[in-house]
């Protein structure tokens, strides 16, 4: 099997600042990306008593071409209304272009002839256009509080299409997303304590839409699913932060519920193959903890990680199954600079299994590295 991926990204931006004591501010953001992903596999199975390696008995071969092209324009506006009060505004769209283009070659095991299976063979065309418009209202109250209150409007249309198929799919829809905050800033100069709620839209990767149907393996078979819908995630945080002579800590607690989750989708064929797709299968429901510090003990030396850990239970009606349990990881970075141009960076991670709603996905993993400059 043989995979490549090819990618690039152009970014451009531009601030007016309408002087100092105005506080206005206009600014415009423009990126483009571009990801080319090329994904081969060639099977060749041989008589097991006489291989001939130059005639197999049985061949498979399939190219797989994906391009993924992404364009933003997005502009905000920054207008304070007194001392205290401000107003932000903004636009943001997005053109996503997704193309895949594959192919099966077999061995026909009745005439031995290697040749293109045209019923696993096909181009897809698949366009996401987004426009959202937003706004925010920020106001302090007295000496110790601050809130802010927004909302975010997006338009998304979607379209999909087979180049072997009459009918392309469409979808379009609206959506209201608001988001609230609370903040309070406390004794301590540099903490403060902050609660939010948003509500968060995910729209599906390639790697879920892809209907590409990998077959490198006979018995485990797996593609994406191009008629998935976005997750839409209701979110509620607290955060404490504190920050003092070189030392910051950040805490986090936290609830998110989707539900309407993408999830891994199993399933097994008559042939006792094990498919693999994805669906808007799942209820998600996540509470966590996230632990955040850095600090230097010394003027040269630097040291910062992360900790996370969160309980996660999924539920679908659907599939009629249900999965729950605790996930958690915990990453470390360090470095001390010598002079002279030398320094020497350290960094260390530790990841546990994911909780699926069908088992977990295996990535337990402890990885350091040790870098001289």
Same mark, same amino acid.
């Given at each position: ?237 607290? %955060?404490? %932060? ?63 990680? %992360? ?67």
């Amino acid at each position: 099997m043989d995979a490549t991926n090819r990618s690039y990204d152009l970014l451009g931006s531009y601030t007016r600042s309408f002087g100092a004591k105005s506080r206005r501010e206009w600014t415009v953001l423009a990126q483009h990306s571009r990801n080319r992903r090329d994904n081969d596999y060639d099977v060749r199975q041989f008589p097991l008593l006489s291989p001939d390696f130059d005639n197999p008995q049985y061949r498979e071969q399939s190219p797989n071409l994906a391009r993924n092209l992404e364009s933003t324009l997005q502009t905000d506006y920054v207008h304070p209304i007194g001392e205290k009060q401000t107003v932000e505004v903004g636009a943001k769209m997005i053109q996503r272009t997704v193309f895949s283009d594959y192919e099966v070659y077999r061995t026909n095991l009745s005439t031995g002839v290697f040749g293109l299976e045209p019923s696993l063979t096909n181009k897809f065309d698949y366009d996401q256009d987004v426009l959202a418009g937003y706004a925010t209202y920020g106001t302090s109250l007295g000496k110790k509080y601050t809130a802010r209150l927004g909302a975010r409007v997006e338009r998304t249309d979607l379209r999909g299409n087979f180049q072997n198929q009459d009918n392309e799919f469409r979808l379009t829809y609206t959506n209201v997303l608001p988001n609230v905050a609370l903040t309070r800033n406390l004794k301590q100069p540099g903490s403060s304590l902050r609660a939010t709620y948003s509500r968060r839209i995910q729209r599906p990767s390639i790697l879920y839409l892809n209907p590409y149907e990998n077959t490198s393996d006979p018995r485990n078979v797996s593609k994406g699913n191009p008629e998935l819908n976005a997750e839409f995630t209701d979110n509620y945080e607290l %955060n404490w %932060n504190t920050f003092a002579k070189g030392t910051s800590i950040n805490v986090t607690v936290y609830s998110r519920q989707t539900n309407n989750a993408i999830e891994r989708v199993y399933s097994t064929d008559a042939n006792g193959r094990v498919l693999a797709t994805f669906g808007n299968v799942a209820r998600n429901q996540t509470y966590g903890l996230n632990l955040f510090g850095s600090a230097k003990p010394l003027p040269k030396w630097n040291i910062s990680g %992360n900790i996370s850990a969160f309980y996660v239970y999924l539920s679908s009606k659907t599939l009629n199954t249900s999965n729950r349990g605790v996930v958690y990881s915990a990453n470390i970075n360090s470095g001390y600079k010598l002079g002279k141009g030398i320094s020497f960076q350290m960094f260390a991670m530790l990841n546990s299994p994911r909780i699926q709603l069908q088992g977990t996905r295996e990535c337990l993993q402890l990885r350091s590295t040790f870098e001289h400059e």
